[in-house]
């Protein structure tokens, strides 16, 4: 019989975890019988997530990616239960906004930046050293299809998500010989709050990308990074990409005039 891992054995950080595929992926380790650490921005969600999952199973962290200060403290505060983390998951993230560059909030492209680079890698970063202490773990990060394939208004978010396939990736040949596996999940279309986060709150808009179609949804990404990190010790999935059967590739946009 093939072995796959114990989640029973795993303690899992995750950020962004009060909806979408962090929310999902804290369910799915929990029922597996992991200890969660849930990290996030709206503590009321966190706390709702606790009663959920029971505090046993689910430890909470209200706090900004963004805020090194926070997050150091943080990982310095972790209950013994909690302490010995072995799975990260930096899944904290955004898009704001689908206009074009030139007309773009600057403040938009700030806010992705900080939150989608500078959060992940402070989160990778600081909790790196204490995986590679106790022998080994898992480091997974939220990608996206946008990281390889561009379209219209998605200039900053995109390669916010194609740092984050690189970082992963370089991230790979930095923890040789540490017994650290590393994974570049890359969702394309997913119904979750995604879009209403990145229309600000508009449900019309953020309805449209989803209207008469079948997309994925958050069980269905957190079932594939639980997947990966069960594995057996010996195997590393570098990338997963995963688009809804009812999204493809599109023709070369070529403008014409007149």
């Known amino acids: 019989m093939y072995q796959l891992l114990d989640p029973s054995t795993f303690v899992v950080f995750i950020t962004g975890a009060t909806s979408g595929f962090g929310a999902a992926a804290a369910r799915r380790y929990a029922e597996a019988g992991a200890k969660v650490i849930a990290t996030g921005r709206r503590e009321e969600r966190l706390v709702e997530l606790q009663l959920e999952l029971g505090a046993k199973n689910c430890h909470i962290i209200p706090l900004d990616v963004q805020d090194r200060a926070a997050m150091e403290q943080a990982i310095a505060d972790l209950p013994p239960p909690f302490a010995g983390v072995n799975i990260v998951l930096a899944n904290a993230g955004l898009a704001l906004g689908l206009q074009p560059a030139h007309e773009t909030d600057l403040g938009d492209w700030e ?112 079932e594939s990074i639980f997947w990966t990190t069960t594995l057996p010790a010996h195997v590393n999935v570098n990338r997963l990409q995963l688009m809804a059967t009812t999204q493809a590739f599109g023709p070369f946009d070529i403008y014409r005039e007149g």
């Open 111 to 222: 806010t992705m930046i900080a939150t989608n680079i500078t959060g992940l890698v402070y989160t990778v970063r600081l909790l790196l050293p204490g995986m590679i202490d106790r022998g080994g773990g898992h480091v997974v990060t939220l990608g996206s299809v946008a990281g390889d394939y561009p379209y219209p208004g998605g200039s900053v978010y995109g390669a916010t998500k194609a740092f984050a396939k690189q970082f992963a990736l370089n991230l790979r040949s930095d923890v040789q010989g540490k017994n650290i596996r590393v994974t570049n999940i890359e969702p394309g279309l997913t119904e979750t709050e995604f879009s209403l986060v990145r229309f600000k709150g508009d449900e019309d808009k953020a309805a449209k990308p989803y209207a008469g179609t079948k997309a994925m949804n958050a069980d269905d990404i957190a």
